[in-house]
């Protein structure tokens, strides 16, 4: 059956099987048109089959030579044919081989007269190979890059349940002291030692100075302006060793005291820490604290004194006379200066530097009578 289908459907072999087929036709029409206008002359020779076609050309029939020379010798066609007759390869025995088994005829492939003397495909397993092998790799490049997607997918979600976990408690910590702020006391009373987080006397200057709450921590500020905006003060009562008086010769200065350090105990005057340490106790911290630059200046020029200078608290029965052994400038929060020393120990607070308030001066004074 004869194949239809157009050139560009055509295989590379297919197409070069088919040009050789052509080839072959148009050298037997050469040799045949060569024939019919006598370029190829017929020969005495014995019949000898012509590759190119399947007829046996048989010679014709000579006419008596003259006499004298034998019968059927014509030197002029003996040259000529010797000249045109083909030279016919001398058979060669054939190396014995085992014939392959035709090749399996795909359905809807050409099929061609001499299809049996095409040679059979050749396969490149060594190509073959090679495309699997650049396949494995692209493949498996593939997979390490959905891996690594995978990866940095987890560690993005972690990261956001983190973060969502920090907002969450956050949020939650908040909502809890903002409903804190709303169940009532029985006692209005500051239920914070404020000098427990930050030291006495901030505050910010001006001409309506207030108490500075940015020294306060953060997790502690509504509370703090909650409970301190109006405090109701309770002040302990006085006794016969409470301390009464601040006397400091070298500031020429004679200062009662409240106790407390408060917003509002300092605008009276000197402030003591109420943590329940009299002058004339053995052991303790007796501190205070004052304004440096508002309510009265008291504390301005607490920074003139020195080591070696003394100061006297009085109470009701004594006079307790303090040395300065050392002056320091710290933060605001660093609320370990008013802790116990050894022995009996006195402190006097103040911000610093004037007018400026973001920092502390502290003298440290030991009792010695």
Known sequence: MRDKRPVDEL????????????????????????????????TVSPAIPDPTSAEIYEPESISPAPAGVPAGHDPVAAALAALTQPVMPQSVAAPTTTSAPPAPTVPGSPRFEDAADRPAPIHRPGAVRQRRRVFDRLLLLVEVSAVLMIVVIAVNLVQAIGTLEKETASAQQLADENRRLTIPTVAPTPTIR???????????????????YNEVPEFLRARVQSEWIQPVIS?????????????????????????????????????????????????????????????????????????????????????????INSIQIVEPNKVDVLEPREGATATLISCYPYQVDDQRIVVFADRIN
């Open 11 to 42: 295989s590379v072999e297919e197409l070069e099987h088919i040009i050789a087929i052509k080839r072959r036709e148009e050298r037997q029409q050469s040799m045949k048109r060569m024939q019919r206008s006598g370029r190829v002359i017929e």
């Open 194 to 212: 404020l000098e427990n987080v930050v030291l006495p006397g901030g505050h910010i200057f001006g001409a309506n100075p207030q108490f500075n």
């Open 235 to 323: 002040r302990p009562p006085q006794t016969s060793e409470t301390a009464l008086a601040l006397i400091v010769p070298k500031l020429n200065l004679n200062a009662t005291i409240v106790q407390g350090v408060d917003w509002e105990a300092l605008k009276q005057g000197v402030g003591q820490v109420t943590n329940g340490i009299n002058p004339g106790d053995d052991y303790g911290n007796v501190s205070m604290a004052a304004h440096n630059d508002i309510y009265g200046k008291l504390f301005q020029h607490l920074d003139e004194l020195a080591a070696g200078d003394s100061f006297q608290i009085q109470t009701r029965t004594n006079v307790y006379t303090y040395t």
